[in-house]
């Protein structure tokens, strides 16, 4: 199994700066990608940033300039520092981890969730 934990959400003011951090755990052999996303009340999930392995970068329009998406490797863990906060960055954000991972002498594919953290900015 692969765990997939979040942290650092809470409550800022808006042109505040949160930083999220996301670690993945467990029988991992590979990570190919990992990202945020992030739902908002009566929307859908939608993608804010994610990385790869090689380190190339994908933001949503609504958020290139201001937030900054970062991996270590070596803990298999992934920032989200987030500035110039805006009430419309309110959501719950959640971390996501792909790759292959072990079972056995196997090695299948995997694609978790983790379980949210919730960031609110307040006017």
């Known amino acids: 199994q692969v765990q997939v934990v979040e942290s650092g959400g809470g409550l800022v003011q808006a042109g505040g700066s949160l930083r999220l951090s996301c670690a993945a755990s467990?029988?991992?052999?590979?990570?190919?990608?990992m990202g945020w996303y992030r739902q908002a009340p009566e929307k859908q999930r939608e993608l804010v940033a994610t990385?790869?392995?090689?380190?190339?970068?994908t933001y949503a329009d609504s958020v290139k300039g201001r937030f900054t998406i970062s991996r270590d490797n070596a803990k298999n863990t992934v920032y989200l520092q987030m500035n110039s906060l805006k009430t419309e960055d309110t959501a719950v954000y959640y971390c996501?981890?792909?790759?292959?991972?072990?079972?056995?002498?196997?090695?299948?594919?995997?694609?978790?969730w983790g379980q949210g953290t919730q960031v609110t900015v307040s006017s």
């Open positions: 996501n981890c792909n790759g292959q991972r072990t079972l056995g002498p196997r090695k299948i594919p995997y694609d978790n």
């Open positions: 467990g029988s991992i052999f590979t990570i190919n990608a």
């Open positions: 990385i790869t392995n090689g380190g190339s970068t």
